[in-house]
C-alpha cells in the first residue's frame, strides 16, 4: 500500500493542525445549511425556477459526497498538507465565483466545484490530525474539538444565514468564506511541514477511483431524485440499480488490483465499519431533525426565518458544550457507550416533538427537545470519528477520514429525503408528528448498530490494522 511519511507532533504543530482541521470542517458544515435561507433572496436576484434553486442546494452535497471516497486516497498518496491546499484553494476561488454570480447557471457550478473542494479538504484535514495526535487520550480530545466543531456548524449555519441575508445581502454567505479561506491557505502553506510521499511500486487504481465516484455520485442524486420523483418510480428504481450495478464492479476490480483505491481488508475492521454505519444513521437522523424542526416552526408555529435560527441556538450551544468533553467520556467509558447513550438521547427528543401541539410553546413545548438533540449529537460526533480512526494505520488514515465522511454526508442527504416523503404523506401536524416518529426510528437504528458493533470493554473492538 502507498504511504507518506508520517508526521511528528513536534514538527506539525498540534494546534496549529487541530485549529486548521476545526476551521476547515466547519467551513464544510456551514455551507451544508448556510444558502437555505438565502435562496428567495437568491431567487429575486437571479432569477431561476424552484428547480434551479433546489440544485443551489443539491449541487454542493452531491460532488461533496461522491469525491470524499477519492479525496481521502488522494491525500494518502499525494501528501495530507498538499491536498489539504489544494482543496482550501478550489474552495476559496468556487466561493468567490458563487458570491459574484448573475445568473443560476454559474451559481450551480460553482456550488459545485465548492463540493468538490471539500471533499478533498476534510479527508485531508482529518488524516493530518490522525497522525499528528497519536491514538488514545489525546487523539480523542483533538477529535472531541472537532466534533464539536463540525455538530454546531450545521445548525449554526441556518442561524448565519439569516443574519447575512438580512444584513450585507445574499452574496455574503458565499463571499465570507474568500478571507478565510486565503487565511487558512497561508498558514498551511507556512507552518505545516511537508509530507513527502515516499517510493512506491504500485500505480493509482484510476479504475477504481472512476468506478466509487460515479456510484457515490450517482447514489447521491438518487436520493434527491426519489424526493421529487417519488421512492418507486421507475427512474428512481432504475437509479438505484445503476448504483448498486457500479459498487459491484467497484468491489471486482478491488479484488483485482494490486494497489487498490480502497483495500478490501479495511473492512474487516469492525469498529471502522461500525462507525461508518452507524455515522450514517446518526447524522441522517440529526440532519432530519433539523429539517423538519425548521419547517415546523415556519410553517406550523409562524415563525421567521431569523426566529428559526436563532432557536436553534439552543442546540448548537449544547453541541459545542458537550461534544468538547466528549472526549473525555469516549476515553473512560467507550465509543459504544458514548454512541448508545447520545443516540438515545436524541431518540427521546425526537419522540417529544412527536407529540408537539399546535399551538407549542418554545420553553416547555420545543426547548427540551433541541436541548436533548445537542447532548445526544455532543456525545455522538467524536465518538463516531474516534471510533473511524481506531485500529487504522497511519498510511491509510485519509481513506479512512473520506470513508466515515461519505457515511455522513450520505447519511444525511438519506435522512432529509426519506423524511421529506414521510412528511409529504402526511397532512397537516399529523404529518409533522409522523416524520418525528421516523427520525426516532433512525436513532434506535443507531444505537442498535452501535452496541452490536463495537466491544464492549473498550468501546472498540480490536481490529488489525487498515
Not at 215 to 229: E, I, S, V
Not at 230 to 252: D, I, N, P, Q
Not at 281 to 291: H, P, S, V, Y
Not at 297 to 311: I, N, R, W
Request: aromatic share 6%; hydrophobic share 55%; charged share 10%.
Amino acid at each position: 500500500m502507498s504511504h507518506t511519511t508520517t508526521l511528528s507532533p513536534a514538527a506539525t504543530r498540534p494546534r496549529l493542525v487541530l485549529t486548521l482541521t476545526c476551521a476547515t470542517t466547519a467551513m464544510v458544515g456551514l455551507d451544508t445549511a448556510i444558502v437555505n435561507v438565502a435562496l428567495p433572496s437568491i431567487q429575486r436576484d437571479i432569477g431561476g425556477g424552484y428547480a434551479a434553486l433546489q440544485w443551489v442546494v443539491v449541487a454542493y452535497g452531491l460532488l461533496l459526497g461522491g469525491f470524499l471516497l477519492l479525496g481521502g486516497r488522494l491525500a494518502d498518496r499525494l501528501g495530507r498538507r498538499r491536498v489539504l491546499v489544494a482543496g482550501l484553494a478550489v474552495f476559496t476561488v468556487a466561493s468567490l465565483a458563487a458570491g459574484a454570480a448573475h445568473g443560476p447557471g454559474l451559481l450551480i457550478a460553482a456550488r459545485g466545484a465548492q463540493g468538490f473542494g471539500a471533499a478533498l479538504l476534510v479527508p485531508a484535514a482529518l488524516s493530518l490530525l490522525a497522525v499528528t495526535f497519536p491514538e488514545g487520550r489525546d487523539r480523542h480530545r483533538a477529535l472531541a474539538v472537532v466534533g464539536a466543531v463540525d455538530g454546531a456548524a450545521g445548525a449554526a449555519g441556518v442561524v448565519l444565514s439569516g443574519l447575512l441575508t438580512g444584513g450585507p445581502g445574499w452574496r455574503w454567505a458565499f463571499l465570507i468564506n474568500v478571507p478565510v479561506g486565503l487565511l487558512l491557505i497561508a498558514l498551511a502553506t507556512v507552518f505545516l511541514v511537508a509530507d513527502r510521499p515516499e517510493e512506491r511500486t504500485g500505480r493509482f487504481d484510476v479504475a477504481g477511483a472512476i468506478t466509487a465516484t460515479a456510484a457515490l455520485l450517482l447514489l447521491a442524486y438518487t436520493l434527491h431524485h426519489a424526493t421529487g420523483h417519488g421512492w418507486l418510480a421507475g427512474t428512481t428504481l432504475a437509479l438505484f440499480a445503476a448504483a448498486a450495478a457500479l459498487l459491484a464492479v467497484f468491489v471486482r476490480i478491488e479484488r483485482r488490483s494490486a494497489d487498490p483505491l480502497l483495500p478490501l481488508s479495511m473492512l474487516r475492521n469492525r469498529p471502522l465499519v461500525a462507525a461508518n454505519v452507524t455515522g450514517f444513521l446518526a447524522f441522517g437522523a440529526l440532519m432530519a431533525f433539523i429539517f423538519v424542526g425548521s419547517l415546523l416552526m415556519q410553517q406550523v408555529l409562524g415563525y421567521s426565518p431569523v426566529t428559526t435560527g436563532l432557536a436553534w441556538l439552543a442546540t448548537t450551544v449544547t453541541i459545542v458544550v458537550v461534544a468538547m468533553a466528549g472526549g473525555r467520556l469516549v476515553t473512560r467509558a467507550g465509543v459504544r457507550t458514548s454512541l448508545v447513550i447520545g443516540l438515545t438521547l436524541l431518540t427521546v427528543g425526537a419522540l417529544w416533538l412527536a407529540r408537539v401541539p399546535a399551538d407549542a410553546a418554545y420553553a416547555t413545548d420545543l426547548l427540551p427537545a433541541f436541548l436533548l438533540a445537542g447532548v445526544g449529537f455532543g456525545l455522538c460526533g467524536p465518538a463516531v470519528q474516534i471510533g473511524a480512526l481506531t485500529g487504522v494505520s497511519q498510511p491509510a488514515a485519509g481513506l479512512a477520514s473520506g470513508l466515515v465522511e461519505t457515511a455522513r454526508e450520505l447519511g444525511g442527504a438519506a435522512g432529509v429525503a426519506v423524511v421529506a416523503a414521510v412528511l409529504v404523506s402526511g397532512s397537516g401536524l399529523d404529518g409533522f408528528r409522523a416524520a418525528f416518529g421516523f427520525v426516532a426510528v433512525l436513532a434506535v437504528l443507531g444505537v442498535i448498530t452501535a452496541a452490536a458493533g463495537f466491544g464492549r470493554k473498550s468501546g472498540c473492538a480490536a481490529a488489525p490494522d487498515a
